[in-house]
Structures are given as C-alpha cells and as structure tokens.
C-alpha cells in the first residue's frame, strides 16, 4: 500500500494529462503516444507494487500459485492482442490492455496479501 500511494501523485498526474504533456514537450506529433501514456502508465504503477507482492509469494513458498497466476495472466493477455489487433484503433488496444494488465496485477498484488496475511494467522495460532 505504502508503494502504490507513494506513486499515486505521478500516476495521477500522467493519467490526466499525459497527452497535452507529450504535445506541449514533443509537439502535436506525438498526441497519440501522449493517449498511450495515459493509460499504460495505470500498469506500470501496479507493476511496482507487483515486484513485492511476487517475492512474498516467493519467500512463503508459492512459487505455483505463483506461476499459475502469471500463466493465467499470460494466456489473458495473448487472447486480448491476438482477438482485438485487427478490430481495434490503436489508441483503444492500448488502453484495453493497460487496463486489462492493471487489473490482472491488482488481482495478483491481492492474492499474494491474502496468501501472505493467512500465512501470518496460522503462525500466530
């Protein structure tokens, strides 16, 4: 929690206005990869939350809940591209996937903090 608060204000500042800052830096030439940043950078704040929650699965030994849930996340992502490439703009299979990808690591942040915490409780018992 503490990591993903502490790059909220960067990440919320890239999400609203990461468009007008790419064209204001770079130009209007570079409206559409200002659109992309906008919402690639929701996942790339949840894969730094992600790096802790993966070695914790790590050190509490669920390597294969682990690798289950990255293969899931994997085969999610492969049918995402590989079913909308064709069908939609640019700018739309971009933010998909970025979302697409934000909430499969929320999911993984949630259950490596689940799996962690259950750990925690028998240990205390």
Do not use: H
């Amino acid at each position: 929690a503490i990591i993903l608060a502490s790059f909220l204000l960067p990440t919320t500042l890239i999400f609203a206005y990461g468009e007008e800052a790419f064209i204001g830096i770079f130009g209007q030439q570079w409206s559409q990869a200002g659109q992309f940043a906008e919402y690639l950078v929701l996942w790339t704040w949840m894969l730094v939350a992600n790096v802790p929650s993966v070695v914790g699965l790590r050190i509490k030994r669920r390597q294969e809940l682990s690798l289950k849930i990255n293969a899931a996340i994997f085969v999610l992502r492969t049918c995402y591209l590989l079913g909308f490439s064709g069908i939609l703009s640019p700018v739309a299979l971009i933010t998909g996937f970025a979302i697409l990808n934000t909430l499969a690591n929320g999911a993984l942040i949630e259950t490596a903090i689940r799996n962690i915490r259950t750990d925690e409780i028998n240990i205390k018992r």
